[in-house]
T-cell receptor, first 111, second 113 residues
Framework: GQQLNQSPQSMFIQEGEDVSMNCTSS?????WLWYKQDPGEGPVLLIA?????ELTSNGRLTAQFGITRKDSFLNISASIPSDVGIYFC???????????FGTGTSLTVIP | DAGVTQSPTHLIKTRGQHVTLRCSPI?????VSWYQQVLGQGPQFIFQ???????GRGNFPDRFSARQFPNYSSELNVNALLLGDSALYLC????????????FGNGTRLTVT
């Protein structure tokens, strides 16, 4: 099946630092989603992207739909302890009915 | 408004048994999808239903089946459980099928012994 590669696999950062992570695929997607998952809970939707080049913000989070349509990026500014968790990207093909999920980026924020 | 609700939250079953998981979507959402998440991995697509019809099926054996009811709630059934079926089963609802963000419940943690 379709594989989405996320990098980095894990990050350890100091509180207040900015974070950047990305997601790449071997095929073109029409929709990109970014999620955060805490232990024992389901993924929570952070940002949805629908057009190549689109840049969308949600508070301290900013995500971009790559112009090649094969990648997407998530940035978190001024990280805080509650940003700890696993971040997943997900993509859907044009006309597709399923979302393909990435391998996840685990974020640890050191106070 | 209530989010996606799933029941039960945890379940322990023995190999060979059958299990039924339930999901209620967000009010107004007509599509329900099921995903399996194995520890350390991203969710994997199992089924999608829209207006009570199956719209998509992932690469899972026929032991997995699902249905959607007139009130848009859904059930996922797994027969002849295997140890490898142990996972977090996530239900997600969306307004429609295409380009519609998924909103997940907190999942059912299934352990097969």
């Amino acid at each position: 099946g379709q594989q989405l590669n996320q990098s980095p696999q894990s990050m350890f950062i100091q509180e207040g630092e900015d974070v950047s992570m990305n997601c790449t695929s071997s095929s073109i997607f029409n929709t990109w989603l970014w999620y955060k998952q805490d232990p024992g809970e389901g993924p929570v939707l952070l940002i949805a992207l629908y057009k190549a080049g689109e840049l969308t913000s949600n508070g301290r989070l900013t995500a971009q739909f790559g112009i090649t349509r094969k990648d997407s990026f998530l940035n978190i500014s001024a990280s805080i302890p509650s940003d700890v968790g696993i971040y997943f990207c997900a993509g859907q093909h044009l006309g597709g009915n399923q979302f393909y999920f990435g391998t996840g980026t685990s974020l640890t924020v050191i106070p | 408004d209530a989010g996606v609700t799933q029941s039960p939250t945890h379940l322990i079953k023995t190999r060979g048994q059958h299990v039924t998981l339930r999901c209620s979507p967000i009010s107004g959402h007509k599509s329900v999808s099921w995903y399996q998440q194995v520890l350390g991995q991203g969710p994997q697509f199992i089924f999608q239903y829209y207006e009570k019809e199956e719209r998509g099926r992932g690469n899972f054996p026929d032991r997995f089946s699902a249905r959607q009811f007139p009130n848009y709630s859904s059930e996922l059934n797994v027969n002849a459980l295997l140890l490898g079926d142990s996972a977090l089963y996530l239900c997600a609802s969306s307004l429609v099928v295409l380009s519609s963000p998924l909103h997940f419940g907190n999942g059912t943690r299934l352990t097969v012994t």
